[in-house]
């Protein structure tokens, strides 16, 4: 038992990847038809939560109880950023949706650090910030996505979405980021102790920042894919993919406490999660019950991290 536990605690993929399975199978046994196409359907949709739970990650380990709870409002703004801008140049408006959410995270990160408000609180405060300007910029701005921009998004190569090859590109970089460079080995030495990584000479405050402008700009990636894929933006956009992306970042690995992360893990999170959604739209259960299961999903995961961040105190 304990050489499995070991084993599982090594490699934070095997749990979404085992919950991939079941529910692939539930969702199998509810439509009576078993078909390959719901994988590739699912890995398509699952981009957006995946984008999200990859940057939830990496400002979870940072430490000090650090969350995001922003991110949904963030997704939002650039939608319709990114939509607006397109009208005259897709690239540009791309890069213009990057670009404010990482305002957005330097904003969140700089009140985090600097006025030592705990990140939680931050984020809430300045998720209203930002829900503020939607409502500015939905009046004036475009809510229509780019034609070019969202034929890109719906194009495949070699059958795979081409939203799904550049998630897994951003998961590759993420991936080579967090534990092959300086940086990610600083971030989690920032993670495990803050006051012990500001001893050994390491910028924590620096480092903690550069977690949450990381985080912004997949929030501004997800938005301008979200806002072509979804046929324009509209202000509850970043809503459905919030609390998925939560339960993707701590199912595939995440420590609450901080210092521990998994790229890997969190990303088969995501498609795990969009799963348990095509699961519950194929039970037909209504979206209050669906949105109740998700939320009582979160809350088993976040005790259980909460748990384990107590054990390794």
Same mark, same amino acid.
């Given at each position: 038992?304990?050489?499995?536990?070991?084993?599982?605690?090594?490699? @934070?993929?095997?749990? +979404?990847?085992?919950?991939?399975?079941?529910?692939?199978?539930?969702?199998?046994?509810?439509?009576?038809?078993?078909?390959?196409?719901?994988?590739?359907?699912?890995?398509?949709?699952?981009?957006?939560?995946?984008?999200?739970?990859?940057?939830?990650?990496?400002?979870?380990?940072?430490?000090?109880?650090?969350?995001?709870?922003?991110?949904?409002?963030?997704?939002?703004?650039? @939608?319709?950023?990114?939509?607006?801008? %397109?009208?005259?140049?897709?690239?540009?408006?791309?890069?213009?949706?990057?670009?404010?959410?990482?305002?957005?995270?330097?904003?969140?990160?700089?009140?985090?650090?600097?006025?030592?408000?705990?990140? %939680?609180?931050?984020?809430?405060?300045?998720?209203?910030?930002?829900?503020?300007?939607? &409502?500015?910029?939905?009046?004036?701005?475009?809510?229509? +996505?780019?034609?070019?921009?969202?034929?890109?998004?719906?194009?495949?190569?070699?059958?795979?979405?081409?939203?799904?090859?550049?998630?897994?590109?951003?998961?590759?970089? &993420?991936?080579?980021?967090?534990?092959?460079?300086?940086?990610?080995?600083?971030?989690?030495?920032?993670?495990?102790?803050?006051?012990?990584?500001?001893? @050994?000479?390491?910028?924590?405050?620096?480092?903690?920042?550069?977690?949450?402008?990381?985080?912004?700009?997949?929030?501004?990636?997800?938005?301008?894919?979200?806002?072509?894929?979804?046929?324009?933006?509209?202000?509850?956009?970043?809503?459905?993919?919030?609390?998925?992306?939560?339960?993707?970042?701590?199912?595939?690995?995440?420590?609450? @406490?901080?210092?521990?992360?998994?790229?890997?893990?969190?990303?088969?999170?995501?498609?795990? %999660?969009?799963?348990?959604?095509?699961?519950?739209?194929?039970?037909?259960?209504?979206?209050?019950?669906?949105?109740?299961?998700?939320?009582?999903?979160?809350?088993?995961?976040?005790?259980?991290?909460?748990?384990?961040?107590?054990?390794?105190?």
């Amino acid at each position: 038992m304990n050489k499995i536990k070991e084993i599982t605690q090594k490699n @934070a993929f095997i749990w +979404p990847i085992l919950g991939c399975i079941v529910l692939y199978i539930a969702i199998t046994i509810v439509t009576g038809s078993f078909s390959l196409a719901v994988i590739s359907s699912c890995a398509k949709l699952c981009v957006f939560a995946m984008l999200l739970a990859l940057g939830q990650m990496i400002v979870v380990t940072s430490g000090d109880g650090a969350i995001d709870l922003s991110q949904k409002y963030i997704l939002t703004l650039t @939608a319709y950023v990114s939509c607006t801008v %397109m009208e005259k140049n897709i690239v540009l408006g791309l890069i213009a949706a990057i670009a404010v959410g990482v305002v957005c995270g330097l904003i969140s990160s700089v009140i985090n650090v600097y006025l030592r408000v705990p990140a %939680m609180i931050t984020t809430l405060a300045t998720g209203y910030l930002f829900y503020t300007v939607i &409502l500015l910029v939905s009046s004036r701005g475009s809510s229509i +996505p780019a034609g070019g921009f969202v034929k890109f998004v719906n194009a495949s190569v070699l059958g795979i979405n081409m939203m799904t090859l550049l998630c897994i590109l951003v998961a590759v970089l &993420l991936w080579f980021v967090l534990y092959r460079t300086k940086y990610g080995h600083q971030l989690h030495a920032v993670g495990q102790k803050r006051e012990a990584a500001r001893l @050994a000479g390491i910028n924590v405050n620096k480092t903690v920042i550069m977690a949450f402008l990381i985080n912004g700009a997949l929030c501004g990636l997800a938005g301008a894919l979200c806002g072509a894929y979804c046929g324009g933006a509209n202000q509850d956009l970043g809503t459905t993919y919030f609390l998925p992306s939560v339960a993707a970042a701590f199912v595939g690995g995440t420590n609450a @406490a901080g210092g521990k992360s998994s790229v890997v893990g969190v990303s088969i999170g995501a498609l795990m %999660m969009t799963f348990m959604s095509t699961f519950l739209n194929a039970a037909k259960l209504d979206i209050g019950v669906q949105r109740l299961i998700q939320g009582a999903f979160l809350v088993f995961l976040l005790v259980v991290a909460v748990s384990d961040a107590g054990k390794k105190k």
